[in-house]
């Protein structure tokens, strides 16, 4: 079990391991959307209100201290939520802004209930959501004679003092119940019936407790209407497991090899089931099992068993309530067997991040063939390969990449950009844990890789002591292992002695003499041995044999050891270490690289033409970047840096400011 610190970076990189089976019965923490709801509702109502199973998540909670700052009295006791309501018309001002954090839902019903207040307020959020549209409740919320000022249609959002507000009929654009439900929290300080009509049907969990609380509620097809200025009573609200959160144990389990157990009391909300009939209807054997009603909403528990997904063109009357789903879905996608089709869900490119261009960029990292579309995306089901993936703060989608690790064993997935995760799911790693599921924060590896005369050697060397790391020069691997073939007699024909060999070759790697990479083979510095002539010659006899190659590849790995790694080579980033946390590709024109290879070789007395190196590095070139396996090219990932006109110096200072962007170092704030 991995120590996880108590506040995530958004550097910090973790990676789960594949189980060998997945049985039992777990429980999700409680539904984020019913949590908010339940939480502003009780303080509108008088009398008490109490909450069991509440999401404690940072989202949630953000809400429930907005509510406090506006006068609700509200006793957190860990496992009851007691609420003391004030009525719709007994909040107070607040004397500070208040702060929603990263909760997109919490800040548009916020704005219903702030627009029809007597005091002015300010709902302020964290840099996510800050970039995230506002004008879709600003809109109906100011035809309702709201007072708001926002720049560009975002947080912050200032609210005006309120005289009354008017009801109104109102037409979405979209099917969304942070719209929906801020417009009918504002309607119940309206004089008259507030309705709200959709193009597709959105979650109704406000319309549900409302009319739990009290409310005079009205639901026609797609049209929801409130009656305004009721008693809202206090209630008890048992809070069900989140499907949102189930979803991604419901992918998890069907797409693992050897999966079988249950999703206890999980919220079966005809509004939010759509990932149910989604994944039902690409082949997974999803049952429900105990239904019963809870508080007035459906809950039920799921069995989950492996199963063999296929692709679908995925209904788009689904999409409404599956919106929360889809980047786990995507992630079932990929690994289904045939082509799925999304359209119409342009709406995910205004959630926590843009989650379609998020996860096709992941998705296509890995080597799934994907891509975009306006309003959704293509992804053809294949293996996933190893690669570092970027959550960008969207705790969803970082939950979804890592959840892929533990269903590819063949691969090293690892996520960066899991800071946010704790806004829906807070026990989501010590849950995961409790399934069996090994999580771990991998040691950092820099890799550098480029031709030769480009630097990476040098670099590396000065990196790795700079950061007081190891050091791999895997150019060096195939001349070691030769040298200590000769050195032990092992002929450079004998498979099984040189494989030996190669498993347990000693090597160290530091900065030498004119901040040149020094290598030591069992504790000797052997740099001169390893580049004479014949050294060479049993070095290309042994670097073909298959068995060697792969022998050396894991040696390559067993130097990723804390506290990190830099290695340097050709491949390091897209073939020994494609999960590294940082990828850099140094690279020059081949008249500087061969000038600089001129001077080394005349320092060291040996007499060549520059137009030779110069024809020979452009042939290598060529070679190099062509060749069918492991060809020379930077990562996908990589930053790519031309030393042409750089000193090593100034190479040096800015992989060091991409560590410092890239890694959480222990050191660093």
């Known amino acids: 079990m991995v120590n996880l610190p108590n506040d995530i970076d958004a550097r910090?990189?973790?990676?789960?391991?594949?189980?060998?089976?997945?049985?039992?019965?777990?429980?999700?923490?409680?539904?984020?959307?019913?949590?908010?709801?339940?939480?502003?509702?009780?303080s509108l109502a008088t009398g008490e209100t109490t909450i069991s199973g509440f999401l404690r998540s940072e989202?949630?909670?953000?809400?429930?201290?907005?509510?406090?700052?506006?006068?609700?009295?509200?006793?957190?006791?860990?496992?009851?939520?007691?609420?003391?309501?004030?009525?719709?018309?007994?909040?107070?001002?607040?004397?500070?802004?208040l702060d929603c954090g990263n909760a997109g839902t919490a800040m548009r019903l916020l704005s219903g209930l702030l627009a029809a207040q007597p005091f002015g307020s300010t709902l302020v959020g964290d840099e996510s959501l800050s970039v995230r549209p506002m004008g879709r409740v600003i809109k109906p919320l100011s035809e309702m004679g709201a007072q708001i000022e926002s720049d560009e249609q975002t947080a912050p959002l200032t609210f005006k003092p309120a005289t009354q507000l008017k009801a109104i009929d109102y037409n979405s654009p979209i099917a969304s119940a942070q719209v929906k439900s801020a417009v009918l929290i504002a309607g119940l300080y309206a004089e008259g019936t507030t309705t709200v009509t959709e193009p597709h049907k959105s979650r109704d969990h406000t319309e549900t407790m409302l009319a739990g609380f009290g409310c005079d509620v009205e639901v026609n097809g797609l049209q929801v209407s409130v009656k305004g200025l009721p008693q809202l009573k206090g209630q008890r609200i048992q809070v069900p497991a989140d499907i949102s959160s189930a979803a991604f144990l419901m992918v998890l389990g069907l797409c693992h090899t050897d999966a079988d157990f249950v999703?206890?009391?999980?919220?079966?909300?005809?509004?939010?089931?759509?990932?149910?009939?989604?994944?039902?209807?690409?082949?997974?054997?999803?049952?429900?099992?105990?239904?019963?009603n809870q508080a007035g909403e459906p809950v039920a528990d799921i069995r989950v068993q492996s199963s063999k997904l296929h692709g679908i063109d995925i209904p788009i009357e689904l999409i409404p309530s599956a919106i929360d789903e889809f980047p786990v879905l995507f992630i079932a996608a990929a690994l289904a067997h045939g082509e799925t089709r999304l359209t119409g869900a342009e709406e995910l490119r205004h959630k926590e991040s843009d989650r379609i261009q998020v996860m096709i960029n992941g998705l296509q990292l890995l080597g799934i063939d994907c891509h975009e579309l306006p309003d959704g995306a293509i992804i053809r089901g294949g293996q996933m390969h190893s690669g570092l993936?970027?959550?960008?703060?969207?705790?969803?989608?970082?939950?979804?990449?890592?959840?892929?690790?533990?269903?590819?064993?063949?691969a090293h997935i690892a996520v960066k950009g899991c800071h946010n995760i704790g806004t829906s799911f807070p026990v989501f790693f010590e849950l995961i844990e409790s399934m069996g599921i090994a999580v771990e924060q991998p040691v950092p590896v820099i890799t550098v890789d480029g031709p030769s005369g480009v630097g990476k050697g040098t670099t590396s060397a000065l990196l790795a002591d700079h950061l007081k790391w190891h050091l791999l020069d895997s150019g060096a691997i195939y001349r070691a292992?030769?040298?200590?073939?000769?050195?032990?007699?092992?002929?450079?024909?004998?498979?099984?002695?040189?494989?030996?060999?190669?498993?347990?070759?000693?090597?160290?790697?530091?900065?030498?003499?004119?901040?040149?990479t020094q290598v030591k083979l069992d504790g000797q510095v052997v740099n001169e041995a390893l580049r004479s002539e014949a050294n060479g010659e049993r070095a290309s006899k042994i670097a073909p044999i298959p068995a060697v190659?792969?022998?050396?590849?894991?040696?390559?790995?067993?130097?990723?050891?804390?506290?990190?790694?830099?290695?340097?080579?050709?491949?390091?980033?897209?073939?020994?270490?494609?999960?590294?946390?940082?990828?850099?590709?140094?690279?020059?024109?081949?008249?500087?690289?061969?000038?600089?290879?001129?001077?080394?070789?005349q320092a060291r007395g040996v007499d060549v033409k520059i137009r030779d190196l110069l024809e020979d590095i452009e042939a290598r070139d060529l070679r190099d970047s062509t060749r069918k396996v492991a060809p020379l090219v930077p990562a996908a990932d990589a930053h790519v840096i031309d030393t042409s006109e750089l000193s090593i110096e100034q190479v040096l200072a800015q992989v060091i400011q991409l560590v410092r962007q890239h890694i959480h170092l222990p050191d660093q704030d």
């Open 389 to 410: 993936v970027d959550g960008s703060g969207d705790h969803r989608c970082a939950m979804s990449f890592l959840l892929a690790g533990a269903l590819q064993p063949a």
């Open 549 to 601: 190659r792969a022998a050396l590849m894991q040696r390559q790995k067993d130097f990723q050891q804390a506290p990190g790694l830099v290695a340097d080579g050709r491949d390091m980033g897209t073939v020994v270490f494609q999960s590294a946390h940082l990828k850099v590709f140094l690279t020059a024109n081949s008249a500087e690289r061969a000038k600089r290879r001129f001077k080394q070789l």
């Open 59 to 97: 989202d949630c909670l953000a809400t429930l201290e907005v509510m406090r700052s506006l006068g609700v009295a509200i006793d957190d006791r860990g496992d009851e939520i007691i609420i003391q309501g004030v009525g719709l018309h007994g909040l107070q001002a607040a004397n500070k802004d």
């Open 263 to 292: 999703l206890q009391n999980v919220s079966i909300n005809p509004t939010r089931d759509g990932v149910i009939k989604i994944l039902q209807a690409m082949g997974g054997r999803l049952t429900l099992l105990n239904p019963k």
């Open 12 to 42: 910090d990189v973790f990676q789960f391991q594949s189980p060998e089976s997945l049985t039992g019965a777990f429980t999700v923490p409680g539904d984020k959307s019913i949590s908010h709801r339940a939480i502003i509702f009780g």
């Open 481 to 516: 292992l030769a040298l200590k073939a000769e050195l032990s007699g092992v002929a450079t024909d004998d498979e099984t002695a040189l494989v030996k060999l190669a498993s347990q070759l000693q090597l160290e790697f530091a900065v030498g003499a004119e901040q040149s």
